[in-house]
């Protein structure tokens, strides 16, 4: 290969990148704002609530993601609604870590001392703001390494966009391989990208995982 054909594949395996941990992150953000009312769902005293949130949980763990993505890339169209190939894929992304992220809040919330809510309403505290200002944090700064996990995962799993046009990394590396008939050179090479963006993620986070659990402590009388 001359050096200026390996110097663009490395330019264009950069900008793929940069496309990857943006659909990671999209969809870890379209995640958790899913997530949060999927938890308080299977949390409900609601049985309808209950049954609705299980539904969701189980539908999007047992699809797979592959087939999710496919799905939602062309049934959307065929519904009325045009979405570029990024938002489609952000979306497949986000909806199947919802229900991952879901259960991990929700076992953030079952190690939350019942004492906590009735100190909670002993303070006039409304449902609502136990919740939010009180139960929540506490859930989260739980739920944190398990989080962390599935945000690798999902950065892992964004691989898969490029079955639906997004020049993610992998599909950048895929037409590289395609011109240059190098497999050898290539995929190493974003293994290695990806190992280094996960060890990236995996150090910040767990940084960030010890400042919350040093913050602010649990709600007490």
């Not at 519904?79 to 909806?95: D, I, K, M, R, Y």
Request: aromatic share 10%; with cysteine.
């Amino acid at each position: 290969m001359d050096h200026s054909a390996y110097l663009t594949g490395l330019r264009l395996i950069a900008t793929g990148a940069g496309v990857t941990v943006a659909i990671s992150l999209c969809a870890i953000a379209i995640g958790f704002a899913i997530a949060l009312p999927v938890c308080a769902a299977n949390m409900s005293g609601s049985r309808i609530a209950r049954l609705l949130g299980h539904f969701y949980v189980s539908f999007f763990r047992g699809v797979p993601l592959l087939v999710l993505l496919l799905l939602i890339y062309y049934l959307l169209p065929f519904v009325g609604l045009e979405l570029p190939s990024f938002a489609a894929a952000a979306l497949g992304l986000g909806v199947c870590t919802a229900a991952y992220q879901a259960e991990n809040l929700r076992g953030g919330f079952l190690i939350i001392p019942a004492g906590q809510r009735e100190a909670a309403l002993a303070f006039s505290y409304s449902r609502y703001q136990s919740w939010r200002h009180i139960l929540l944090p506490q859930a989260i700064r739980a739920a944190m390494p398990m989080m962390v996990n599935e945000m690798i995962a999902i950065l892992k799993a964004s691989s898969l966009v490029s079955v639906v046009g997004v020049a993610d990394m992998t599909r950048v590396a895929q037409n590289i391989v395609a011109r240059d008939v190098q497999p050898l050179l290539w995929y190493p090479a974003i293994a290695f990208i990806y190992l280094a963006i996960n060890l990236t993620l995996a150090h910040f986070s767990h940084r960030s995982v010890g400042r919350l659990r040093r913050g602010r402590p649990e709600f007490r009388l």
